[in-house]
């Protein structure tokens, strides 16, 4: 009897330590993962193939100096898009300015200074800004934005252009900001704004000058995000920034934007217009490789950061 219970013991302690075979249904699910991880990757190739093997070549044969010089003018053979490439960069940058300033200054509000009941209903609100389809913040820009930049602030009596545009995109890129910006303002340790407070200094000063700095690799990492949101906006910025492939020489001139004159052309254009179009996508596509080097960057000294919080607190 003791060594027919010592053999079934055994038995039993052998089987649980043997690792258990996959079901069906698990061979199944790791399938479908690894097909939708082998998909991303493919689109992604296939993408990167489509660019380079038109792109590229054309850049090449056309030349680097007729490509990225300042005329546009397809039926002389002129592909110059060092204008666009300006006019991008002008209205990234002051949307930037503009959105990073309000935004982060509404994440700082919903994070001491406003009532804990409030936080929640006006992060909602800004949240669903998100959620608004570009052509409709293009109306408003067409409707509202243009015509009060005309007949009230512009010079010359002109309402299309950056401003116009760099407007809009401010309010678009605001859910980013302040969703990103204020996840990073709460995972700084509590403890470091009531030693600031302990230490004497007041809210205000403990929030600008100890939480902030704490939390600058969250809020650089919604910068990043915004300026990729940013450049990469079509629809809302070509209503409202005029189309005119001018060199930018003031934020109340038309221009043009790379991922305007792609949208214009892409359904009228053939033969090497059309493929101008696509090196032109190489080149945005180079800036938006480099806006997510950066995110990434910033993203992995935030963890370093995280990781020397955790240690000095214990």
């Keep these: ?35 939708c991880a082998v998909f991303a990757i ?4 296939c993408i990167c193939v489509f660019l380079f093997a038109n792109g590229i070549p054309f850049i090449g044969k056309v030349g680097l100096g007729n490509f990225f010089g300042t005329r546009w003018h397809l039926d002389s053979g002129a592909y110059g898009i060092l204008s666009m490439i300006m006019a991008s960069l002008y209205v990234t940058a002051l949307s930037t300015i503009i959105g990073v300033t309000v935004g982060l200054f509404t994440a700082i509000s919903l994070f001491k200074f406003c009532p804990k009941k409030a936080v929640a ?19 408003f820009g067409m409707i509202i ?4 930049l005309r007949d009230n ?9 950056i401003l116009a545009a760099s407007l809009v995109l401010s309010v678009m890129i ?7 910006s204020l996840d990073a303002l709460n995972a700084v340790p509590k403890n470091y704004y009531e030693g600031a407070l302990a230490l004497g200094a007041t809210s205000e000063q403990s929030v600008f000058r100890v939480i902030l700095p704490a939390a600058k690799s969250g809020i650089m990492a919604a910068v ?11 629809m809302a910025v070509m209503m409202v920034i005029g189309g005119s492939p001018a060199m930018p020489k003031s934020i109340f001139q038309s221009v043009r934007t790379m991922t305007a004159n792609i949208a214009m052309g892409a359904t009228e254009l053939s ?19 480099l806006l997510n080097i950066s995110f990434s960057l910033l993203k992995g000294g935030g963890k370093r950061e995280k990781r020397r919080a955790q240690k000095a607190n214990s």
């Design 1 to 35: 009897m003791n060594k027919a219970y010592s053999f079934i013991k055994a038995r039993s302690w052998s089987d649980a330590s043997r690792p258990a075979r996959p079901c069906n249904r698990d061979r199944t699910m790791r399938g479908i993962f690894l097909f």
């Design 224 to 234: 990043v995000l915004s300026i990729g949101r940013a450049i990469g906006e079509t």
């Design 121 to 139: 209903p006006i992060r909602q609100m800004i949240s669903l800004l998100a959620g608004i389809p570009s052509v409709i913040y293009g109306l």
């Design 145 to 148: 934005i243009v015509p009060f």
């Design 174 to 180: 605001l859910p980013t900001i302040v969703s990103v």
């Design 271 to 289: 033969g090497d217009d059309a493929t101008a179009l696509v090196a032109t996508g190489v080149v945005l596509f180079f800036f938006t490789l």
């Design 42 to 45: 493919f689109a992604l190739g």
């Design 153 to 161: 602030i512009s010079p010359n009596g002109v309402g299309y252009g």
